[in-house]
C-alpha cells in the first residue's frame, strides 16, 4: 500500500525559502507514478503545485514556477519541494501525493507550513 | 487556466437524503473531471474520476456525471460518514485546478 509522508519546519520566516521532503513507503518512487506537490491554505481551494515523473523533468503551476523547485532522490525514495521568497500568502498545508495522469490518487497527510 | 466553479458552497442535510452537487468548468473538459472527499484535518481522499468512474472501495451511493462544461455528484442516501467538504478537479489540462469547494453539514 502506498504510503506518503510529508516533514519539514512548520514555521518559515518572510523572503526565506520553504523547504518540505515527502518519503514514500510500499512503492518505489522510480516506479509507474507520477508524483507531486499540492497546497491548500487556510480556507480556501487546493492548488496544484507541481509534479514530476521520475525518470523525467519536473513540471511547475506557471502562478508558481518561478520560485518553486522540485527534485527527487530514488535512493531515500524521497522527492522534495522547495519554494523560495515566501510571504505570508503561501502560508498553507502542503500535502504531497501521488499522480496517474491529472489524478491525484494517495495523499500525505498533509503538513501546516506558516510564514510569519 | 480553466476555473471550476461549484454550488452550492455549502449545504445542509439529513441522513438518508439525496443530494447533488455541481460543478462548472470554463471550457469544455470533456469528461476530465475528478471528484474528491475531504473531511477536517485530513487530505481528500479521490472518489471519482473522468466524471463517472467510482474509485475502488467507494461505496455505490455515490455516483457522478456530466461531461464538457457541466457535471454533478449525487449522494443517493446520505450516511453520516458523509458529511464533509467535496471538491471538482479538472484532469484535462495543465495546471490541474480544483473548484472553491462544497461543504456538506447536519442539518
Known amino acids: 500500500q502506498v504510503q506518503l509522508q510529508e516533514s519539514g519546519p512548520g514555521l518559515v520566516k518572510p523572503s526565506e525559502t520553504l523547504s518540505l521532503t515527502c518519503t514514500v513507503s510500499?512503492?518505489?518512487?522510480?516506479?509507474?507514478?507520477?508524483w507531486g506537490w499540492i497546497r491548500q491554505p487556510p480556507g480556501k481551494r487546493l492548488e496544484w503545485i507541481g509534479s514530476?515523473?521520475?525518470?523525467?523533468?519536473?513540471y511547475y503551476n506557471p502562478s508558481l514556477k518561478s520560485r518553486v523547485t522540485i527534485s527527487v532522490d530514488t535512493s531515500k525514495n524521497q522527492f522534495s519541494l522547495k519554494l523560495s521568497s515566501v510571504t505570508a500568502a503561501d502560508t498553507a498545508v502542503y500535502y504531497c501525493?501521488?499522480?496517474?495522469?491529472?489524478?491525484?490518487?494517495?495523499w500525505g497527510q498533509g503538513t501546516l507550513v506558516t510564514v510569519s | 487556466d480553466i476555473q471550476m466553479t461549484q454550488s452550492p458552497s455549502s449545504l445542509s442535510a439529513s441522513v438518508g437524503d439525496r443530494l447533488t452537487i455541481t460543478c462548472r468548468a470554463s471550457?469544455?473538459?470533456?469528461?476530465?473531471l475528478n471528484w474528491y472527499q475531504q473531511k477536517p484535518g485530513k487530505a481528500p481522499n479521490l472518489l471519482i474520476h473522468?466524471?463517472?468512474r467510482l474509485q475502488s472501495g467507494v461505496p455505490s451511493r455515490f455516483s457522478g456525471s456530466g461531461s464538457g462544461t457541466d457535471f454533478t455528484l449525487t449522494i443517493s442516501s446520505l450516511q453520516p460518514e458523509d458529511f464533509a467538504t467535496y471538491y471538482c478537479?479538472?484532469?484535462?489540462?495543465?495546471?490541474?485546478?480544483f473548484g472553491q469547494g462544497t461543504k456538506l453539514e447536519i442539518k
Open positions: 471550457q469544455s473538459i470533456r469528461s476530465y
Open positions: 501525493a501521488s499522480v496517474t495522469g491529472w489524478n491525484f490518487h494517495h
Open positions: 473522468d466524471a463517472s
Open positions: 478537479q479538472q484532469s484535462y489540462s495543465s495546471p490541474a485546478t
Open positions: 514530476f515523473y521520475h525518470s523525467g523533468s519536473p
Open positions: 510500499g512503492y518505489s518512487i522510480s516506479s509507474d507514478y507520477y
